[in-house]
């Protein structure tokens, strides 16, 4: 015999919420809760705009982080500071990015997304203004370090807005298409970057950048307003069952989930993938100025070509992931060997061949690319049935910006005392760890993974 007990519950929460009902069924001792959330979304019609509108504010936001890398190697030749000191201030962003990042996180279910991302962009803007105007290295490595608390404002309500606002149907193409944003925004950064240290000077690069993110954070907020209105008013009934067990267990601690799940090990392949997307990305430039004799716009310019193959390497992974990776720790496993090998054979023709040095750090910051969708991208997803997904999202993203952090700061000290070919073989030190960490843990990943669903 069953028993029903209903309460409706209508929650006029922010945005486009329009209610929700509590539903409580019991059947043979046991409980079953019922949520049925109805809300709001973007009209089909509008969704390729709205995705537009997120995608190209994110990438112009980007400007605001990536506008230091691309002149580094500029102000590192012209005597401003050394590697070491350059370093530390790419170093000072990464370590607040990177914790910030579960912060924003947390507060990005609060806020408006648009306020959030106004905030992030305008402020961002406001600091390489102040970067391009200033030339003191202290006053750089704090200005550096509070644009890591602005930037981390930006990406969480970008990735709410997809998950929130645009059609059920699109978000996942939404997110798959959105991995292309950051290569793309390196392409255009090094570009401009490229064409102003030619002519004007490393300053104009900030300077540029900071002007076009005001333009772009009046614009956000002006459209995303408008967004805002007619979702309200015209946009797409979406309802969505959530059915939960009333008397199961507390979920597991956030601790014993990273052990039994494998997202510890997997956490530590996350630090070496960010050391290396970020590293190669950082070091290029310099490396091959001092190793060849680039010029600094000409080795900027060769800069460009890493997050072009980038770009394609998205969609090919992804390709790759849906036919032949069942097991993403296994997938990122694939990557790091490939990546080991090329690091290797760097080691033996850094100082002696510029057009194999830029072949094999092509490869292997594209294998990268890989291990980040593994990680980051796929390995989230499969904590949606618990609850979990933002947390484990929020660890692994800020493992990978302690990758980051080591990099910018560690490989160019090692650089600085050892030279360039002791720095390679740190990369691969840590890509081994990197391959050790994913092949261990990759059993009990496959085992927790089939479990979840």
């Known amino acids: 015999m069953e028993t029903w007990y209903q309460c409706g519950l209508i929650l006029l929460l922010q945005g486009n919420i329009l209610g929700e009902v509590l539903q409580i069924t019991g059947k043979r001792g046991k409980f079953i809760m019922t949520q049925v959330i109805r809300r709001r979304v973007c009209p089909h019609a509008l969704s390729q705009r709205l995705f537009l509108l997120c995608a190209a504010t994110y990438i112009i936001g980007l400007f605001g982080r990536l506008s230091y890398s691309a002149v580094m190697v500029d102000l590192i030749s012209s005597g401003s500071m050394d590697k070491t000191q350059a370093g530390l201030v790419g170093t000072a962003l990464f370590i607040v990015y990177g914790v910030c990042q579960i912060f924003s996180g947390l507060i990005g279910d609060h806020i408006s997304p648009k306020k959030l991302v106004f905030t992030g962009v305008l402020g961002s803007a406001v600091i390489n203004l102040g970067m391009g105007l200033t030339g003191t290295y202290g006053v750089m490595v704090v200005l550096w370090s509070l644009n890591g608390v602005f930037q981390s404002l930006i990406w969480s309500p970008v990735a709410r807005i997809f998950a929130e606002q645009l059609p059920p149907d699109q978000r996942k193409r939404a997110c798959s298409n959105a991995a292309a944003t950051y290569p793309l925004a390196t392409v255009l950064t090094y570009l401009l970057a490229s064409v102003m240290l030619a002519f004007l000077g490393w300053r104009s690069v900030f300077l540029i950048s900071g002007i076009v993110m005001v333009a772009a954070a009046a614009f956000w907020f002006v459209r995303m307003s408008w967004f805002e209105r007619t979702i309200a008013e015209h946009g797409e009934m979406e309802t969505i069952e959530l059915h939960h067990q009333a008397n199961s267990k507390q979920k597991d601690g956030l601790i014993h ?3 039994v799940s494998g997202i510890l090990l997997a ?8 050391m290396l997307r970020d590293g190669i990305q950082t070091w290029l430039p310099s490396l ?9 716009s000409a080795s900027v310019a060769l800069d ?3 997050p072009l193959v980038n ?3 998205v969609f090919i992974t992804k ?4 036919n032949h990776i069942k097991n993403e720790l296994k997938g990122s496993a694939g990557f790091f060997a490939v990546t080991i090998v090329a690091l290797s054979l760097l080691g033996f023709v850094c100082d002696s061949s510029a057009v194999a040095s830029l072949l094999l750090l092509t490869v292997a910051s594209t294998c990268m690319v890989g291990a980040n969708i593994m990680l980051v991208n796929l390995m989230p997803i499969h904590f949606g049935a618990i609850g979990r997904a933002s947390s484990v999202t929020g660890i692994l993203n800020c493992a990978a910006y302690v990758g980051s952090a080591l990099s910018s700061f560690g490989i160019g000290a090692v650089a600085d005392s050892f030279g360039w070919t002791s ?25 927790y993974a089939r479990s979840i669903g």
């Open 423 to 447: 720095a390679i073989w740190v990369w691969v030190a840590f890509s081994l760890l990197a391959l050790l960490a994913a092949l261990s843990g990759s059993g009990r990943w496959g085992r």
């Open 311 to 313: 770009i394609s390497g």
């Open 304 to 306: 460009i070509i890493l």
């Open 319 to 322: 390709a790759i992931a849906k």
């Open 267 to 274: 956490s530590i392949s996350s630090m070496t993938h960010g």
């Open 257 to 259: 989930l990273m052990i």
């Open 288 to 296: 091959m100025t001092e190793n060849f004799h680039f010029g600094t």
